[in-house]
């Protein structure tokens, strides 16, 4: 059945595999309603499907990878694009209440967690929280109208 699915040996012997030695590790604890065939036929159709996205999806990123190295001026591109919006979301996190700049910028590039930001800046959590999605919402604004300006060639 994973061979009719996924149309490559080594992956289905691998799903078929995997399923049994999860269905070994999981003995004591594995439970099954129906016939142990049609738990094993869905259970590696399941599998197969998922193969199937995972795969799809690698191939999509290797396929855009390798687009980038083939054309050098989509990659030149590319960069040039992500450095403007680099350059605008530091704008806007440059743009935010003083207060609101502090608590973003512990939480995200000081990697700190709402507690010890609070602590850190005498403040409640719930204040932290409340500033965090103030932020939030303006780079979310700020995300939409570049997208508009991009979509609407302004």
Known sequence: MAFKIVRDWPAAEDIVQDFFIKCW????????????????????????????????????HE?????????????????????????????????????????FMLIHFHHLTYSEAAERLELSVNTVKTHMKLAYAALRHSMLVLLCCVFLGA
């Open 25 to 60: 590790q999981n003995r004591s604890t594995l439970r099954i309603e129906e016939s142990f065939i049609a738990y094993a036929a869905r259970s590696i159709r399941n599998r197969s499907l998922n193969y199937l996205e995972k795969e799809e999806v690698r191939q999509r």
């Open 63 to 103: 396929g855009g990878d390798r687009l980038l190295h083939e054309d050098p001026q989509a990659a030149a591109a590319l960069h040039q694009q992500k450095e403007e919006q680099n350059v605008r979301l530091i704008g806007v996190i440059e743009g935010l209440p003083e207060q609101r700049r502090k608590v």
